[in-house]
C-alpha cells in the first residue's frame, strides 16, 4: 500500500503489482453533498454507504452503540468519510441547555465517536475524514451552537492528529454548496454558493492526498 497515496496493490504470482480499488465507508452517502462525494469515489472504489435512515448501513451517529455495530458489519475500510450530524438552528436568545446537547452529541460527538471506534477498523495509512462547514469562521445570525460545533471538531482534528501514527484525519468545511443555496440562501445573504466539483475535490484531497491533521476549507 502507498503511504500517501491512496493506491493499493496486489501481487499476481510473478509478483507484478497489481492495482486494487480502495473500500470506502461513507457516512451520509445519501445527502446533499454526500451524494455527489459517494458518486465521484463508486468510479473507482468500492463504497459502502451508512446513514440514519437509507444506505446499505443504518448508524445513528449520535450513539457510539450504533458505530460500533455500523463497523461490526463493514469490518476493515481503507477510508472514513463522514458527512452526517446535525445542530441545533435558533436565535442565541431562544436556545436552551438541550438545544445545545442536539449538536454536542449528534456532530460533536457523533463524529469524534467515528474516530475513536473507526480507528480500529482503518487499515494501514488509511484516512478519515470529517465535515464541518463555513460557520466556525463565518457565522451568520442563529448559528451560535452549529459554529461553536464546527470550531470544536477543527480543534479535535488538528489534536488527534498529534497521536494517530498510521491514519490520517482530516476535516472538510465547506462553504454554502450550490445544491442547498435554494434552501439556505436566506441565512447566507451576500455568500458565494460553491460549486459541487469544488466541495468532492476536498473529499478528494482529503483521502488520495498528504494531508494530516488539517481543516480543508471550501469557500
Known sequence: MGIYRRVLFDENKEGEKIKKNMKILIIGGKG?????V?????????????????????????????????????????????IAGEAKWAL?????????????QSKLM???????????????????????GILADDPVVMTASAAMVNGAIHSFVKAVQLELEN????????????????????????HHPVPMTKVVNGYIRS?????KGETIRIY
Open 38 to 82: 459517494a458518486t465521484h469515489f463508486a468510479k473507482k472504489h468500492e463504497v459502502v454507504i451508512a446513514g440514519r435512515n437509507s444506505g446499505d448501513i443504518n448508524v445513528d451517529i449520535g450513539n457510539i452503540a450504533s458505530i460500533k455495530q455500523m463497523f461490526q458489519k463493514t469490518g476493515k475500510v481503507d477510508a472514513i468519510i463522514c
Open 110 to 132: 457523533g463524529q469524534v465517536n467515528i474516530v475513536c471506534v473507526g480507528k480500529e477498523y482503518i487499515n494501514p495509512s488509511g484516512s478519515i475524514t470529517l465535515t464541518t
Open 32 to 36: 446533499t453533498i454526500g451524494n455527489k
Open 207 to 211: 483521502v488520495e492526498g498528504r494531508d
Open 92 to 104: 442565541f436568545n431562544e436556545l436552551t441547555e438541550e438545544d445545545y446537547y442536539i449538536g454536542l
Open 167 to 190: 491514519v490520517r484525519v482530516n476535516v472538510v468545511s465547506p462553504g454554502l454548496v450550490e445544491d442547498a443555496v435554494e434552501r439556505y440562501s436566506e441565512y447566507f445573504p451576500g
